[in-house]
């Protein structure tokens, strides 16, 4: 299973970046689906997810921006920011949260990344 | 939101070494921590989950431990290719949320 990232690398500020990630190999029909960023040079920031039945969790300091949809018919996931500053300026990485299920407890951990894909805010 | 804190921020080390990186959450997560090593240019890998349930494929040199707010990644007899930075990061809450990071560099 592989997962790709594709969108413009340039946004001019005010305007929405969209993103969009490919998951081959395996149904997009289970497990969370997530998109976290990184600023050059600094460290990761969990941006939201979506659960296969389309459920979504945002973070809260982004949570007025963002929407993250799903097209199973494409086994694909998207990234919409809207409004968007220098300080969105990030690689962008779209990941799978697979469950480890057993003896009463259930623990998520991000197994499959995108590679990432830089988006720089600029005019 | 939960903050993660790790220490120390970076830590110089020479191959063999033993290499221990704290992560302390800003409240109790039981054990929903996990690890993660990322190389520049690169997208980070899962080595922990759960605290201490090694992800498979990962060498066995790399342990975790701790539950509650005190976490702790070692990495044992310290290999080339493990010279990178480390995060932890919490799904016990949303946000989920990660440490700031942890570089190791060659001493």
């Known amino acids: 299973v592989q997962l790709q990232e594709s969108g413009p690398g340039l946004v001019k500020p005010s305007e929405t970046l969209s993103l969009t990630c490919s998951v081959s190999s395996d149904s997009i029909s289970s497990y969370y689906w997530t998109w976290i960023r990184q600023p050059p040079g600094n460290g990761l920031e969990w941006i939201g997810n979506?659960?296969?039945?389309?459920?979504?969790n945002y973070n809260p300091s982004l949570k007025s921006r963002v929407l993250i949809s799903m097209d199973t018919s494409r086994n694909q996931f998207s990234l919409e920011l809207t409004s968007v500053t220098a300080a969105d300026t990030a690689v962008y990485y779209c990941a799978r949260e697979a469950p480890d299920c057993g003896g009463g407890s259930c623990y998520g951990r991000f197994d499959l990344w995108g590679q990432g894909t830089l988006v720089t805010v600029s005019s | 939101d939960i903050q993660m804190t790790q220490s120390p921020s970076s830590l110089s080390a020479s191959e063999g070494d033993r290499v221990t990186i704290i992560c302390r959450a800003g409240?109790?997560?039981?054990?929903?921590l996990n690890w993660y090593q990322q190389k520049p240019g690169k997208a980070p890998k899962v080595l922990i989950y759960?605290?201490?349930k090694l992800q498979s494929g990962v060498p066995s040199r790399f342990t975790g431990s701790g539950s509650g707010a005190e976490f702790t990644l070692t990495i044992s007899n310290l290999q080339p290719e493990d010279f990178a930075t480390y995060y932890c990061?919490?799904?016990?809450?949303?946000?989920?949320?990660f440490g700031q990071g942890t570089k190791v560099d060659i001493k």
């Open positions: 990061q919490q799904n016990y809450s949303i946000p989920q949320t």
């Open positions: 759960g605290a201490s």
């Open positions: 979506i659960y296969y039945i389309g459920s979504t």
């Open positions: 409240q109790n997560i039981g054990k929903n």
